[in-house]
Nanobody, 124 residues
């Protein structure tokens, strides 16, 4: 069991940067981790994911080159650095964990634990 708490969301302008953080607590942090987002009226979608080792990552095409996922296993933290934000990035961003450590997840159905989300709003 792991508890996930996201932070760092807010209101920014197009072109700005924002860093989301996800703090994990529990007996272990041995999970692959992912950031997902859900915009109003849309399904939840993958943004980026990272294996436990950090050696493998996955990015949605829409964020490649703009977003970077990273983790610090000594602090049980996962980060999402978001640069050159666009209005279409507006969504609730969720941190999630997958018990399979060696695969970077790509779908919400693969995830075992979820945080409650943090809202990111990008104005034009």
């Amino acid at each position: 069991q792991v508890q996930l708490v996201e932070s760092g969301g807010g209101l920014v302008q197009a072109g700005d940067s924002l860093r989301l953080s996800c703090a994990a607590s529990g007996r272990t942090f041995a999970y692959s981790m992912g950031w997902f987002r859900q915009a109003p009226g849309k399904e939840r979608e993958i943004v980026a994911s990272i294996t436990y080792s950090g050696l493998r990552t996955y990015y949605a095409d829409s964020v490649k080159g703009r977003f970077t996922i990273s983790r610090d296993n000594t602090k049980n933290m996962v980060y999402l650095q978001m640069n050159t934000l666009k209005p279409e990035d507006t969504a609730v961003y969720y941190c999630a964990a997958n018990r399979v450590t060696v695969i970077a997840p790509t779908t919400p159905e693969e995830m075992d634990y979820w945080g409650k989300g943090t809202l990111v709003t990008v104005s034009s």
